[in-house]
């Protein structure tokens, strides 16, 4: 009863410190090329041309081509806007030029004659009659008046000629950025690939199905993947229960579905600490996780070739 009752225990002991998980996942490439529908002006974006998938696509070659005729015809408008605020621009930079000279002619001949009336003011009253003396200070008054007066226009017609040029320099500054953020648009509208290897599709967040040519698609979307032949990994996702326990450097037994007669061995190479919902898995949520080999396959690997895992994990001691 006691020998019963320790094997037990024992048997107890080991199934709650460890116990066998097994995962799914595919080969990919660590040099890998993640294509994302881009932000456009509106909503949702078309996909125009997608090269085939599967096929081994050249660095430097297309693979995805986003419709951005919209874009390109908001650019030709702010283009051809522009060409006319700037054209305003210099219009209105000669114009308030013309009228900041106006203004200081004006102040000038004022001070002249502010000076001519000082001089007739300055006659002594015992060589003119008091008559004439008293229009003199009066002429001297006005002239001093109208020179003030004409130093306020001038003071005016500065402030006017920064405040109208910095506002038509406001215009075309909005008109340029936007022109700016069009071309950064377009250009990430035609995407080449930065790597040699073949073309994957994407999955379709919500149907489950392929995106294809012709499909309008949301920005931040993955569209296609671009991976390398070389640098192999395995991309798993881990269920969030069965996260708990498994870390960095934990062993894995490797099994290709093509090869199923040979077993390899790698680690896991990465966890992610952020969990992601999976709408065509269920509700739960899933940690992304990559598998590096201990050694090369003897085998012909290529990219997105299905595999299974069996992990050794820490179980939960509460359990």
Same mark, same amino acid.
């Given at each position: ?16 410190? +460890? ?6 996942? /595919?080969?990919?490439?660590?040099? =890998?090329?993640? #294509? @994302?529908?881009? $932000? ?112 306020? +226009? ?6 006017? /000629?920064?405040?109208?040029?910095? =506002?038509?320099? #406001? @215009?075309?500054? $909005? ?145």
């Amino acid at each position: 009863m006691i020998k019963l009752l320790l094997i037990v225990l024992l048997i107890y002991t080991q199934f709650t410190h +460890a116990k066998s998980l097994v995962l799914t996942g /595919q080969v990919s490439s660590s040099a =890998k090329q993640v #294509v @994302n529908a881009p $932000q456009g002006s509106r909503w949702q974006i078309q996909i125009q041309w997608m090269e085939e998938e599967g096929k081994i696509v050249e660095k430097g070659k297309p693979v995805v081509v986003f419709d951005g005729a919209n874009e390109q015809a908001q650019l030709t408008q702010n283009q051809e806007n522009l060409d006319r605020l700037l054209l305003e621009f210099e219009q209105l930079k000669v114009q308030q030029s013309q009228n900041v000279i106006d203004a200081q002619g004006r102040l000038k001949v004022s001070k002249m004659r502010v000076e001519q009336a000082k001089i007739e003011a300055s006659v002594p009253i015992e060589q003119v009659a008091a008559y004439d003396k008293g229009q003199y200070e009066l002429a001297l008054q006005r002239a001093m008046l109208e020179n003030v007066k004409a130093q306020e +226009a001038l003071q005016r017609a500065m402030q006017e /000629q920064s405040a109208e040029l910095t =506002k038509k320099e #406001v @215009n075309i500054l $909005q008109v340029q950025e936007e022109i700016t953020y069009l071309n950064d648009v377009l250009s990430k509208l035609n995407v080449v690939s930065q790597v040699t290897g073949p073309v994957t599709y994407a999955m379709h967040p919500w149907f489950g199905t392929k995106v294809s040519a012709g499909m309008n698609v949301r920005p931040s979307w993955k569209v296609v993947d671009v991976q390398s032949t070389e640098n192999f990994q395995i991309e798993t996702w881990v269920h969030e229960i069965d996260a708990v326990g498994l870390n960095e450097r934990s062993k894995v037994n490797i099994t290709f579905d093509a090869y199923p007669e040979k077993q390899f061995t790698g680690f896991i190479s990465s966890i992610s600490k952020q969990s992601e919902r999976k709408p065509l898995w269920g509700k739960s949520a899933y940690f992304p996780a990559i598998i590096k080999f201990d050694d090369k396959p003897d085998i012909n690997l290529l990219p997105g070739m299905s595999v299974r895992l069996l992990l050794e994990k820490e179980a939960n001691n509460n359990v």
